[in-house]
């Protein structure tokens, strides 16, 4: 079940966002949307989340240096970064999750803990 799991989204296209947040929010999931590094990582540090999801839209050099930057502090918090191909490699540290739906649904419930 994914009552109780919170989610942080970041990506950098608001519509893509939306859409995702309303696909986790209907799933059972609280999501919090941030659209920026600075965002992201005052969210980490204000408050526990499950995971984090990393938009496609955010370019794989930028996800790399998140991922490096936050996976000292957050060892085992899943952090899934969204490909709109699935032949693309995740970035190191990094589960890969499709980018469309339903699909990245179930890749998030692969990594949650007791998700079923």
Known sequence: ??????????????????????????AGYHAVEVFSWGETLNQLKAREFDALLICHSVPVEEQTALVESIRPLLKSMPIL????SPFKKPVQNCSAA???????????????????
């Open 98 to 116: 499709c980018g469309i739906a339903p699909e990245f649904l179930e890749d998030l419930r692969n990594v949650l803990p007791n998700a079923s």
């Open 81 to 84: 970064g969204l490909s709109p």
């Open 1 to 26: 079940m994914s009552a109780g799991y919170s989610i942080l989204s970041f990506g950098y296209d608001p519509v893509l966002m939306r859409i995702r947040t309303l696909l986790l929010e209907n």
